[in-house]
């Protein structure tokens, strides 16, 4: 069974910064994807930034240049590093594996004040 465990998030003013990490833990494959998504009030969930243990990141255009993703594959966890942030950054994100099936985690709370 995989679990996934966040930390990080928070309340923070425009043009400030958080740090998310997440670490996977239980059956996981060598080769996987870790991720985060974002979900904002009356929105769907989107990508923010992912990362595999093979390929380098891939960000969404609206996070680039101001968010980076990292990972640590001998503690399966990875960071996000968010950086001047805007209140449309706001929103519940979730960390994300794909190995043998997609899980998730449950969420943490970043809320970005104008």
């Known amino acids: 069974q995989v679990q996934l465990k966040e930390s990080g998030g928070g309340l923070v003013q425009a043009g400030g910064s958080l740090r998310l990490s997440c670490a996977a833990s239980g059956s996981i494959l060598v080769v996987n994807v870790m991720g985060w998504y974002r979900q904002a009030p009356g929105k769907q969930r989107e990508l923010v930034a992912d990362i595999s243990t093979v390929r380098g990141p891939n960000y969404a255009d609206s996070v680039k240049d101001r968010f980076t993703i990292t990972r640590d594959n001998g503690k399966n966890t990875i960071y996000l590093q968010m950086n001047n942030l805007e209140p449309e950054d706001t929103g519940v994100y979730y960390c994300?594996?794909?190995?043998?099936?997609?899980?998730w985690g449950q969420g943490t709370q970043v809320t970005v004040s104008s």
């Open positions: 994300n594996l794909q190995s043998r099936g997609e899980h």
